[in-house]
């Protein structure tokens, strides 16, 4: 899978996704990441991209031009192919594990990281398939949420995971969160391994987990419990 990043940093991606799961996966050729310099294709000889707004308004804005020329020299794209171009601003759809799951169908991404004010609307408008947000909150510019996208998708690849079934028993999966895990030693400071995990029967093991499952989805996410209730009345 190949994700392209617009972006006005690249040395942030490049040297964030070298790392842990991700830079295994882009070095065992599993995944690509492309980060693309909006500033290279800027026409001023200054290698400006952003001007003032019209109509005033406070900060900057960055242009049209670079983005779409930037964008433009994407290799799918300069084949004919229009890859699905995901936009990170606070307004978008709220990034979730059904959407990484849709978005890991996909053969390539591309993700435009904004900064200062935004990006001129014309620019948007002509290669924006999706508009999202990791949250209701705002940051500096797009690449920290691109980066978060990129991880979460990049896990739900193909032996991105060295444990295939690793992503399929994680949070989320069926609106549940993730059942409480524990390693060795079997007692630390006077705190046990629950004894059912010990007891090597596998159907107790998986009820047990299904149960704590239930219970920490409804103590810290009950709207999602409330969607796990509804499902399974529904099937």
């Known amino acids: 899978m190949k994700f392209n990043v617009l972006t006005l940093f690249p040395e942030m991606i490049n040297n964030a996704m070298s790392e842990s799961i991700i830079g295994r996966a ?38 049209v031009q670079p983005v779409v020329d930037a964008y433009n020299s994407i290799e799918s794209v300069k084949n004919g192919k229009k890859p699905r171009v995901i936009y990170l601003t606070p307004w978008g759809n709220t990034f979730n594990q059904d959407m990484a799951k849709e978005f890991a169908k996909e053969d390539e991404l591309v993700f435009l990281c904004g900064h200062y004010e935004g990006i001129d609307e014309r620019a948007l408008d002509m290669i924006v398939t999706d508009f999202v947000s990791i949250g209701d909150y705002v940051l500096t510019g797009g690449e920290l949420p691109a ?18 079934t690793s992503a399929e028993f994680e949070s989320f999966n069926n609106n549940l969160l993730e059942h409480p ?29 299904l149960e704590q499952s239930v219970e920490r989805t409804k103590k810290y996410r009950p709207d999602l419990y409330e969607k796990y209730l509804k499902n399974t009345c529904n099937k």
Not at 35 to 50: C, E, G, L, P
Not at 147 to 164: K, W, Y
Not at 191 to 208: D, F, M, T, Y
Request: without cysteine.
């Open 181 to 209: 895990q524990y390693s060795r030693p079997e007692e630390y400071d006077g705190l046990k391994v629950p004894q059912v995990l010990l007891s090597g029967h596998h159907g107790n093991i998986e009820k047990w987990r």
């Open 147 to 164: 980066m978060v996208m990129i991880d979460a998708i990049s896990r739900l690849v193909g032996g991105v995971l060295n444990n295939e």
């Open 26 to 63: 882009i070095t065992n050729e599993l995944i690509s990441v492309n980060a693309i310099n909006i500033r290279d294709f800027s026409k001023n000889k200054h290698m400006k991209v952003d001007d003032y707004p019209y109509g005033g308004g406070a900060g900057m804005l960055m242009q």
